[in-house]
């Protein structure tokens, strides 16, 4: 299913922020051209491994997630992978703060302690709270794509709105964590509240 960039997506576009995934072809971006163009054959999870690419460029994390420059910034998807190698292709080469990025894949929340940024897939839905409970650390930005995600305590949580992938952000859980969100995100998201621990 092709899907279209949300509207919001041009400032990042035009701005310089958005990196359409390396195989997705793209238009160059004009103001003739809407952005819903850009990603008109990309997949739902092409576009969304783009977005946490991109969450990695307008998050700052804090100094004590980012440890010795040897170790790598991790990306790990707990539960069922909807991306297969299409996140791993997004981010390769890429660092953070000088940190390479690293995508691992766990079905045990033990084994994402350690991560950055933890996209919880909707095959954990029924755990989601207990898993987010776990999560609840500084320098863990927690995405997902389930209903209520975000609602819940999850950091970052995408939607679908008429084939379109938004996102919404819950502050206080980012806050939480010591993750300071740019305001040019916070801008494009939907805000939402929730648990905070």
């Excluded at 929340?109 to 650390?137: C, G, H, N, P, Y």
């Amino acid at each position: 299913m092709a899907l279209l960039i949300a509207p919001f997506l041009a400032v990042l576009v035009l701005g310089g922020g958005f990196q359409a995934p390396t195989d997705t072809p793209s238009v160059a971006a004009t103001p003739a051209t809407p952005a819903a163009t850009l990603a008109a054959s990309a997949t739902e999870y092409e576009v969304k491994a783009a977005f946490l690419y991109n969450f990695t460029r307008f998050v700052e994390w804090p100094p004590e997630a980012l440890r010795d420059g040897d170790e790598p910034f991790v990306i790990a998807i707990l539960g069922r992978d909807p991306f297969g190698s299409v996140l791993d292709e997004t981010v390769a080469g890429k660092t953070v703060a000088g940190h390479r990025i690293e995508v691992r894949r766990a079905t045990r929340v033990d084994d994402v302690r350690d991560a950055q940024m933890v996209f919880v897939s909707a095959s954990e839905r029924a755990t989601a709270a207990a898993i987010l409970k776990v999560l609840v650390r500084p320098g863990v930005l927690t995405v997902g794509d389930t209903e209520g995600f975000a609602d819940r305590g999850g950091a970052i949580n995408f939607t679908l709105q008429a084939r379109k992938v938004r996102f919404e952000i819950n502050p206080g859980s980012a806050e939480q964590a010591g993750l300071k969100m740019s305001s040019q995100l916070l801008k494009l998201a939907t805000l939402v509240g929730g648990p905070k621990s």
